[in-house]
T-cell receptor
Framework: DAKTTQPNSMESNEEEPVHLPCNHS???????IHWYRQLPSQGPEYVIH?????VNNRMASLAIAEDRKSSTLILHRATLRDAAVYYC????????????WGLGTSLAVNP | NAGVTQTPKFQVLKTGQSMTLQCAQD?????MSWYRQDPGMGLRLIHY???????DQGEVPNGYNVSRSTTEDFPLRLLSAAPSQTSVYFC??????????????FGSGTQLSVL
C-alpha cells in the first residue's frame, strides 16, 4: 500500500505563506493525492485533492511534482485558524479496506 | 445542511458493557465509514459500507459490528467493551464509492472511555 511521509511539525508566522511537504514515492498511476486537516477536538476536514496537475481552491493550493512522487500544500497567508494537523493521503480506486492515514504535520501559527 | 452527525459526543463505559455509536448523514452519500483515532497513531478504518445493506471490514474490525439498513444511518456497535477500545471514533461519508476522486466528510467525533 502506498504510504506518505510528512514532517512531524512545522511552524509559521501569521500572514506568511506556508509550504507543507509530502513524499509519496510509491504512488500508483491512479492514486489521487488528498489533503485533510484536523483542528483541535474536531474531525478531519477536506482541504484539496489532485491527480497530476496543480490545483487551487479557496482554502489552499496543491503543487504536484512532475513525477508525482511528492506534493506540497500551500497556504498562501497563514492565519491563527490554520493551526491544525495536516494529513496527506493517497486515495486509490478499488481498495477501500486500507486508506492509510499517517500522523500528519502539526502546524503551529505564531501571531 | 447538517452533514455528518455523530452521537453521543462523549461516553464512558465499564468493561463488558455494550453500546451503539450513532452516525447519520443527510447528503445522500453512498459510502459511509467508521475510523478510530488513538494517540500516536493515524486514523484507522474499522468498517465501511458502500450502500444500504452492504458492509465490509476495514483494517481493525475486531470487537465492532455495523449494519446499514438505510442510506442515512450507519451505527457502530461495541458488543462487549474493552479498555483497548478507548479511543476517539469518527464517522465519515462520501457521495460515491470506489472513487479516488471523492471528498470524505467527517463527523465531529465520539470520545469513548472504557474503564
Amino acid at each position: 500500500d502506498a504510504k506518505t511521509t510528512q514532517p512531524n511539525s512545522m511552524e509559521s508566522n501569521e500572514e506568511e505563506p506556508v509550504h507543507l511537504p509530502c513524499n509519496h514515492s510509491t504512488i500508483s498511476g491512479t492514486d489521487y493525492i488528498h489533503w485533510y486537516r484536523q483542528l483541535p477536538s474536531q474531525g478531519p476536514e477536506y482541504v484539496i485533492h489532485g491527480l497530476t496537475s496543480n490545483v487551487n481552491n479557496r482554502m489552499a493550493s496543491l503543487a504536484i511534482a512532475e513525477d508525482r512522487k511528492s506534493s506540497t500544500l500551500i497556504l498562501h497567508r497563514a492565519t491563527l485558524r490554520d493551526a491544525a494537523v495536516y494529513y496527506c493521503i493517497l486515495r486509490g480506486a478499488g481498495n477501500n479496506r486500507k486508506l492509510i492515514w499517517g500522523l500528519g504535520t502539526s502546524l503551529a501559527v505564531n501571531p | 445542511n447538517a452533514g455528518v452527525t455523530q452521537t453521543p459526543k462523549f461516553q464512558v463505559l465499564k468493561t463488558g458493557q455494550s453500546m451503539t455509536l450513532q452516525c447519520a448523514q443527510d447528503m445522500n452519500h453512498e459510502y459511509m465509514s467508521w475510523y478510530r483515532q488513538d494517540p500516536g497513531m493515524g486514523l484507522r478504518l474499522i468498517h465501511y459500507s458502500v450502500g444500504a445493506g452492504i458492509t465490509d471490514q476495514g483494517e481493525v474490525p475486531n470487537g465492532y459490528n455495523v449494519s446499514r439498513s438505510t442510506t442515512e444511518d450507519f451505527p457502530l456497535r461495541l458488543l462487549s467493551a474493552a479498555p483497548s477500545q478507548t479511543s476517539v471514533y469518527f464517522c465519515a461519508s462520501s457521495y460515491r464509492v470506489w472513487g479516488s476522486n471523492e471528498k470524505l466528510f467527517f463527523g465531529s467525533g465520539t470520545q469513548l472511555s472504557v474503564l
